[in-house]
Each structure stands twice: as structure tokens, then as C-alpha cells.
């Protein structure tokens, strides 16, 4: 797809000068753009061409501009004016090209689904709001290059997070993601329908390839971000001295993601919930430094890896996280925070926001993801209208 062009011209400057001056400087302007595209002689005094040589050289001056406006483009899918082309170039950029911008933001959807529920929806706009000068990708295992699903789509929150310029939406393809890594050959060997925990192993393994392969900052879908991340490479602490992996960062090729997944296939054991995730973040932390508890709110570092605080993104512990669909007296300001991981494994999806219930999760979506919270009240409203043939 090709741009416009547009070249500034002399002549505005040009009606302020003599007549006498006014054709020479035109002429020379223009000898000089020529030269620099065609490297064709300009002669001020060259004799009259023929009818098809000055056809052929607009031709030629019009391809110089196709080259030089394709190379505009290109440039421009190359830093964050790509997001002024968006949504409309959106369905035409590859997950590789995306990627390939550097600095994204990572989601991944391990399941079938492919309406994402509110939380999700949340999770991302919210991420899309506070980066938004960073891709955000939801990968999503349900799609695949056949299931056309656009922002016409009946699925509402789809429809809602396509709208937004940074948000891109791709087809999670495993055995693509885990070329090049330590992680293919278990893929090729293990037996999904024999694995217990195989949504979460599945999900556990590709952050780490994607962060690896592109760098980045990796969410999980519970997870609703209030202010960036100033670290680069950083892992959260859970609590002291254990390493959550539902949020870290790396840049791209780092030996820590790496060696990470290495000791995914030389300890492998699907039965054990986390061994693959949360576990192997905190026994690979301990073989660089010795983790020590955590003193109010300050942060550690160990060879140039950040390990946050938990108040960056779990000031309410996991036992307490029911306390997110509860009203409060007087609502925290999270001053400490990053993002707030929800916790909606615990939750097993038996709570949710309510509009009007005033908890402090419907105060965070209002705040952070106004769209999702204001698609919900709608969701809502349709639910409470009576059914017509009921009314007849």
C-alpha cells in the first residue's frame, strides 16, 4: 500500500520575489531534484526534447516517487507512526512484523474461546491504554487463519478490542512459536489429551518462547495495568523470595528466558500445577542471587534482573483476592502499583463485576477499561428487557 507524497514547493516563496529571479530559481529547484533522483544533467540552456523523451521522463520521476513513498512506508511500520495507519492496516500486518517492532505487549489466550469475557477484554484495553505507543497482542489459541472474525464481528468484546489502533489480534500456532528453542521437541512429544494442566503447561511455555524470540513485557489476561513498567528486565515477586510469571519483561535473546526454557524440558512434569510456571521462575531465580525477604516497598535487583516488590502487582495476596469483588469503605490507591493481577484462577469465574455494585473491581474497570465497563452495562441493560413475545 502506498502513501502520499508530499513535496514542499519554492513557489509560495517565490511570489515574494522578482519576476526576473522567479523562473531561473524554478527551473534550477527543479534541475536540482531531478539530478538527485535520475542522476540525468540538467543544462539550463538544453535543447528542446522530443514528445517521447519528456513522456519518459515523467515516467521515470513517477516511479522515483512510488520507490520513495513505498520507503516512507516502510520506515513508518518500523516506529510508532504505525499506529497512525491503524485500525485500517491492522488486518494486513503479520504477527512476525508486529512482533518484530520490538516492545510488546504479550496476552495469551490457551483455551478455545473466542468471545473474550470481560476480564480479558479489561485486561487488554487497559494495557492498550497505558502503552499506548506499544503493540498489544492477545494470541488466541481459537483462531486460525480460516475463522474470519473482524470488527463486525457478533462477538462484542472481539469487535471492541480490534477497534483500538494498538491492539492486534492473532491465531496462537505452538509449533510456530517454539521453532528455534529448547521447547520444540517436548511439543512434538508431548500428548495434550494426556496432559492435566495442559491449558495453563501450554500457556506456560509459549510466554517464554514469545519473550524470548521479540522481548517484551508478557500479562497474564487477569491482569489490569494502572501505570507503565519502567524496568526492562524484571520478574515480580508473588511474595518474598517466590517469583510469579503471570508478568514479567525481557528484552529479546535473553539468556535467562532461555536457560528458563531449557530447565522447562529437563524438569518437565505436567501433574504439578506451576511446575512449569511460577516455580520454575523462582528456582531459576535462585541460581543467580540469594533472595532475601522484601523491606516496605523497595525492589531488588540481581545481575541486572529487577525482582519487584509484590505491591508493583499483588498488593492483595492471593488469599485475600476476593477482596477485588467486595465493597470498600474507602478504596486503595494502589500508589506502589504497576498493574493488579486479579487472580481468576482462584477465582474459578464464580465471581464477576456487576455494574452498579460499587465492588472494587467495577471501580477498576470504570478507571482503567472504561470501554469493556461500559460494553458490560449494555450486556446488562439487554438482559434486563423483558422478551417481546413474553410482553405479548
Known amino acids: 500500500m502506498l502513501q502520499k507524497v508530499w513535496v514542499s514547493s519554492p513557489g509560495s516563496r517565490a511570489l515574494q520575489e522578482p519576476n526576473s529571479h522567479r523562473q531561473g530559481k524554478k527551473r534550477c529547484w ?3 531534484f531531478v539530478r ?7 543544462r539550463r540552456h538544453a ?22 513513498s513505498g520507503i516512507l512506508y516502510e520506515i513508518s511500520l518500523l516506529s510508532s507512526c504505525v499506529f497512525s495507519y491503524l485500525p485500517m492496516a491492522q488486518q494486513y500486518l503479520t504477527p512476525e512484523q508486529v512482533l518484530n517492532l520490538g516492545k510488546s505487549i504479550i496476552f495469551l489466550e490457551t483455551t478455545e474461546r473466542l468471545e473474550p469475557p470481560p476480564l480479558v477484554s479489561c485486561s487488554v484495553e487497559s494495557a492498550a491504554r497505558i502503552y499506548q505507543d506499544r503493540p498489544i497482542i492477545l494470541f488466541m489459541r481459537g483462531l486460525n487463519n480460516e475463522t474470519a472474525l473482524d470488527m463486525n464481528t457478533s462477538y462484542a468484546a472481539f469487535s471492541l478490542l480490534s477497534s483500538m489502533k494498538n491492539v492486534f489480534l492473532f491465531p496462537l500456532q505452538m509449533e510456530t512459536v517454539f521453532q528455534e ?8 512429544q508431548v500428548v495434550p489429551e494426556q496432559e492435566k494442566n495442559w491449558v495453563h503447561v501450554s500457556s506456560d511455555a509459549s510466554r517464554l518462547a ?16 494502572i501505570r507503565p513498567i519502567p524496568q526492562q528486565s524484571f520478574l515480580a515477586a508473588q511474595k518474598s523470595r517466590f517469583s510469579s510469571n503471570g508478568i514479567f519483561g525481557f528484552p529479546a535473546r535473553h539468556k535467562f528466558i532461555w536457560d528458563c526454557m531449557e530447565n522447562f524440558v529437563l524438569k518437565y512434569n505436567g501433574n504439578i500445577w ?12 535462585k541460581t543467580l542471587c540469594n533472595l532475601t525477604d522484601f523491606q516496605g516497598t523497595e525492589d531488588h535487583s540481581c545481575q541486572n534482573i529487577s525482582f519487584l516488590n509484590p505491591q508493583r502487582f499483588y498488593p492483595i495476596p492471593y488469599p485475600a483476592w476476593s477482596r477485588y469483588y467486595q465493597v470498600w469503605d474507602k478504596s486503595p490507591n494502589f500508589n506502589h502499583s504497576y498493574a ?13 463485576v456487576v455494574a452498579g455494585s460499587n465492588t472494587l473491581a467495577e471501580n477498576l474497570y470504570k478507571t482503567y477499561c472504561p470501554s469493556t465497563y461500559e460494553d458490560l452495562i449494555q450486556n446488562a441493560k439487554h438482559r434486563d428487557l423483558p422478551d417481546p413475545e413474553e410482553v405479548e
Do not use: A
Open 181 to 188: 528453542t529448547p521447547l520444540l521437541q517436548w511439543y512434538n
Open 36 to 42: 538527485t533522483i535520475i542522476q540525468h544533467p540538467c
Open 210 to 225: 514469545l519473550i524470548w524470540k521479540y522481548g517484551g513485557i508478557y500479562m497474564d489476561t487477569d491482569v489490569i495495568s
Open 274 to 285: 506451576g511446575n512449569q510456571g511460577p516455580f520454575l521462575m523462582t528456582r531459576m531465580l
Open 340 to 352: 493488579l493481577h486479579l487472580w481468576n484462577f482462584m477465582n474459578r469465574n464464580r465471581k464477576v
Open 47 to 68: 535543447p528542446k526534447r522530443s514528445r517521447k523523451e519528456r513522456m519518459l521522463r515523467k515516467i521515470q520521476i513517477c516511479l522515483c516517487f512510488c520507490f520513495v
Open 30 to 32: 527543479k534541475c536540482r
